[in-house]
């Protein structure tokens, strides 16, 4: 597309502040939840992770699309966003071995998206005034008819999304003759955290989100894995039942991000929707068991109740969120069971989580 024949579009967010700029994308209108996400690269992986499902993403880096996409750059099989702002889009990627532009692949997946937006002010405003609903179109610009579909939009507070997500059927990921077995529960997988566990001697075996216990012991895995995923964790009590009976079973357990909160939930504790939200490739996190910290990869909206975590006998905090102090990890008392709240697979983003893999595989070995 050339830059003279871009075509207006608008954003409007449910306080009523608007703004306008030009159509990326999808030739449409979108609704969701907007968040931001304050990584410079990974944007195709920040794109295809099944945990920003009902969301419209707000990139804080400058320049969205330079260097293309990549098939092995895809964390799920499909673009997951529901909506996309940045401040500079380029049409016309430069990386040498890219396949194709972000233009084409977010029309192809029917993704409607605003650029020219000065982001820096809106992500400004999202950080005080907190997460809310927008509607993105560049079609529709008139202000009481685009607040009337905006008020169509459900808020993710209370929303179950993760089984909307799941595989509908069970599927295998590594070797067969791999050392370990795992029975992953899938909320919303991402990819790399299955290379990230074929790669350690794991095959694994990805079960839709709400496969009951009795059918996940057929595998008979070493060891449980819970996923990350998209929405609240409240309604979710289906997997919470699951989960304690993976408990009671003895069996190694690891949880990631929506995971991580669904064992705690299992252990008692509650979850609370954010203010805004952790979405970024550089939130410092502090492992309270080796006092060491680990810049982390992170995307959620919602979080354990640290003061509940603190206060339990149940569970011990084992990592704490340098920046506000929220949780990040826990472990369950005589279960060889943990979780993380952020991303350790880390696509995109740092590699100083990645022994948490190791440390489940570990688990596994002592038990099996």
Same mark, same amino acid.
């Given at each position: 597309?050339?830059?003279?024949?871009?075509?207006?579009?608008?954003?409007?967010?449910?306080?009523?502040?608007?703004?306008?700029?030009?159509?990326?994308?999808?030739?449409?209108?979108?609704?969701?939840?907007?968040? *931001?996400?304050?990584?410079?690269?990974?944007?195709?992986?920040?794109? =295809?992770?099944?945990?920003? !499902?009902?969301?419209?993403?707000?990139?804080?880096?400058?320049?969205?699309?330079? $260097?293309?996409?990549?098939?092995?750059?895809?964390?799920?099989?499909?673009?997951?966003?529901?909506?996309?702002?940045?401040?500079?889009?380029?049409?016309?990627?430069? /990386?040498?071995?890219?396949?194709?532009?972000?233009?084409?692949?977010?029309?192809?997946?029917?993704?409607?998206?605003? +650029?020219?937006?000065? =982001? /820096?002010?809106?992500?400004? $405003?999202?950080?005080?005034?907190?997460?809310?609903?927008?509607?993105?179109?560049?079609?529709?610009?008139?202000?009481?008819?685009?607040?009337?579909?905006?008020?169509?939009?459900?808020?993710?507070?209370?929303?179950?999304?993760?089984? !909307?997500? +799941?595989?509908?059927?069970?599927?295998?990921?590594?070797?067969?003759?791999?050392?370990?077995?795992?029975?992953?529960?899938?909320?919303?997988?991402?990819?790399?955290?299955?290379?990230?566990?074929?790669?350690?001697?794991?095959?694994?075996?990805? *079960?839709?989100?709400? !496969? &009951?216990?009795?059918?996940?012991?057929?595998?008979?895995?070493?060891?449980?894995?819970?996923?990350?995923?998209?929405?609240?964790?409240?309604?979710?009590?289906?997997?919470?039942?699951?989960?304690?009976?993976?408990?009671?079973?003895?069996?190694?357990?690891?949880?990631?991000?929506?995971?991580?909160?669904?064992?705690?939930?299992?252990?008692?504790? =509650?979850?609370?929707?954010?203010?805004?939200?952790?979405?970024?490739?550089?939130?410092?996190?502090?492992?309270?068991?080796?006092?060491?910290?680990?810049?982390? +990869?992170?995307?959620?909206?919602? %979080?354990? &109740?640290?003061?509940?975590?603190?206060?339990?006998?149940?569970?011990?905090?084992?990592?704490?969120?340098?920046?506000?102090?929220?949780?990040?990890?826990?472990?369950?008392?005589?279960?060889? %069971?943990?979780?993380?709240?952020?991303?350790?697979?880390?696509?995109?983003?740092?590699?100083?989580?990645?022994?948490?893999?190791?440390? *489940?595989?570990?688990?596994?070995?002592? %038990?099996?």
């Amino acid at each position: 597309m050339k830059y003279q024949d871009r075509i207006r579009a608008v954003l409007l967010l449910s306080d009523g502040s608007f703004f306008e700029g030009f159509s990326i994308g999808k030739v449409g209108t979108t609704t969701g939840e907007l968040c *931001f996400n304050t990584g410079m690269t990974g944007y195709q992986e920040i794109f =295809t992770d099944p945990s920003y !499902t009902g969301q419209v993403m707000l990139t804080t880096h400058t320049h969205i699309g330079n $260097y293309g996409i990549h098939p092995d750059e895809a964390e799920s099989d499909r673009v997951r966003i529901a909506g996309l702002v940045v401040k500079n889009f380029t049409y016309h990627g430069s /990386r040498e071995n890219s396949v194709g532009d972000l233009q084409a692949y977010l029309e192809k997946a029917g993704v409607v998206g605003i +650029s020219d937006v000065d =982001t /820096r002010q809106l992500v400004r $405003y999202v950080r005080t005034q907190g997460a809310m609903n927008v509607i993105i179109s560049s079609e529709i610009f008139d202000k009481d008819e685009l607040m009337k579909r905006l008020k169509a939009c459900p808020d993710m507070d209370g929303l179950e999304l993760a089984s !909307t997500v +799941s595989t509908t059927n069970a599927y295998e990921f590594g070797d067969p003759g791999s050392a370990f077995r795992v029975a992953a529960l899938d909320f919303g997988i991402k990819t790399n955290i299955l290379r990230s566990l074929a790669s350690r001697g794991c095959h694994v075996k990805v *079960f839709p989100a709400k !496969t &009951d216990f009795a059918t996940l012991q057929q595998f008979q895995p070493h060891g449980y894995f819970l996923s990350n995923g998209p929405g609240d964790p409240a309604p979710m009590d289906y997997a919470v039942e699951t989960v304690k009976e993976i408990l009671d079973s003895n069996k190694p357990l690891f949880g990631i991000c929506l995971g991580h909160q669904l064992l705690c939930r299992a252990m008692g504790l =509650t979850t609370y929707k954010m203010h805004h939200g952790h979405r970024g490739i550089n939130h410092p996190v502090k492992n309270l068991v080796t006092g060491l910290s680990e810049i982390t +990869s992170q995307n959620h909206g919602f %979080a354990v &109740d640290m003061k509940q975590a603190l206060a339990s006998e149940l569970v011990e905090v084992t990592h704490v969120n340098l920046n506000d102090q929220t949780c990040e990890g826990v472990r369950v008392k005589g279960k060889p %069971a943990f979780s993380v709240q952020y991303h350790p697979e880390s696509s995109p983003g740092p590699h100083d989580s990645r022994y948490l893999f190791d440390e *489940f595989v570990a688990l596994m070995a002592a %038990a099996n």
